[in-house]
């Protein structure tokens, strides 16, 4: 057997393994300070529209945290392929990258530093609402995204700061794509099937992030503000143009009800030899365009169910909304509209949405790479999307 097609047959015949040894609901716990674990993960894909009926290995990954008193850090990195989206491959592991990995060292307890592949301070974190297939803002490039660089938090009675200043985005993993072989979706070369793409490459990232926590009535509540600003070089005319992104957002509980907003202006300028108006991202292995300058709204309510109900507990339900609000007139603007719930059954957690989308790359096939430029299909598509973990 050759090293390339050794690698995924042992990822997949020692997860299990490691998985049947796990301590319940948790990480090995190698020593007192570190832990290793990781999930094996399977999704459901259901859209008659498309006649897609499937059942399909989703992912596998690893993680490693370290504590201490005074060290700290992180690493995961996931495995996908050779099952549906990408049936195109041959094997598990043919794409793969990081999702994160980080050292930190906290000086102490008011603030600490993160340094290596971390997740930007911006925003509602570490996700905008409740669901598992994320908002509009994660493919606009401004939820759940890990960058190069450094990164402080300040915590200060009620005041939360954090300030982080990175090089680029993640290094490309391992896939077919030229600038989208990451976890985190960001400014990339564009694929040569990307009508009116692009290449550039973003760095000098700056970001900053302040969040105030306050009750205001009976709900327990965080207030924040934060910003973006980076270098856009573009690969064709080397010459830069800028990407700014401006959010406030709010978070509030109350009792088993929460509520999450968000509001976010981005502009971007780049130094593109044709259309400025348009700027290609990428991840998952794939890359498509992106609106050069809106808004985008965000939206999620959400309600824990207290109890267990057999094997059945952790139950919440939620409902998210997300508008991408493009300035140019003759863009389709992008929605999507999330219902779902999720939940654990015994060692497995569970989230089951239903997805309803617009102008949306990831949703009823409709244009993956002109979704969120120009538009893509103008109408409403549906699915039924689960996935069902096992983590260790």
Do not use: C
């Not at 015949?13 to 990781?38: C, E, K, Q, R, W």
């Not at 290609?280 to 794939?286: E, K």
């Amino acid at each position: 057997m050759t090293t390339r097609n050794a690698r995924p047959f042992l990822i997949m015949t020692a997860l299990p393994l490691v998985a049947s040894i796990a301590l319940p609901a948790g990480a090995v716990a190698i020593n007192d300070n570190l832990d290793i674990g990781g999930a094996v993960r399977a999704r459901v894909d259901i859209d008659p529209d498309r006649n897609i009926d499937k059942l399909s290995f989703d992912t596998a990954f690893i993680t490693a945290t370290y504590t201490s008193d005074s060290w700290i850090g992180a690493a995961k990195y996931r495995f996908y392929g050779d099952a549906y989206p990408y049936q195109y491959t041959q094997e598990v592991g043919d794409i793969s990258f990081a999702e994160y990995a980080w050292v930190g060292y906290k000086f102490d307890a008011a603030g600490e530093i993160h340094a290596g592949l971390n997740k930007i301070p911006f925003g509602l974190q570490p996700y905008i609402g409740s669901t598992f297939f994320q908002s509009l803002g994660n493919v606009i490039g401004i939820e759940d995204i890990q960058n190069l660089g450094v990164k402080y938090i300040h915590q200060q009675d009620d005041w939360n700061l954090q300030l982080g200043y990175y090089l680029s985005p993640a290094d490309q993993g391992q896939g077919t794509s030229r600038g989208g072989r990451t976890y985190s979706t960001s400014v990339a070369t564009a694929d040569d099937y990307v009508v009116d793409g692009s290449d550039n490459h973003e760095h000098d990232i700056f970001v900053a992030r302040l969040a105030h926590n306050v009750a205001l009535g009976p709900w327990q509540s965080e207030i924040g503000a934060s910003l973006l600003s980076s270098t856009l070089e573009n690969q064709d005319t080397r010459d830069s143009g800028r990407r700014n992104a401006l959010a406030a957002h709010y978070m509030g509980k109350n009792g088993p009800w929460g509520i999450q907003l968000q509001a976010t202006r981005q502009v971007m300028s780049p130094d593109n030899p044709g259309r400025d108006d348009l700027v290609s991202f990428g991840s998952f292995d794939g890359t498509f365009n992106v609106a050069a300058k809106g808004n985008l709204y965000v939206a999620d309510l959400s309600y824990d169910i207290a109890g267990n109900f057999g094997w059945v507990s952790g139950v919440k339900v939620y409902g998210n909304y997300s508008l991408f609000d493009k300035d140019k007139a003759r863009f389709e603007d992008s929605q999507r509209f999330i219902l779902g719930t999720s939940f654990s059954v015994k060692d497995l957690w569970i989230a089951v949405e239903w997805l309803h989308g617009k102008h949306d790359p990831y949703i009823g096939g409709g244009s993956y790479t002109q979704s969120l430029g120009e538009g893509g299909s103008d109408r409403w598509e549906n699915q039924l999307y689960a996935n069902i973990g096992y983590y260790f």
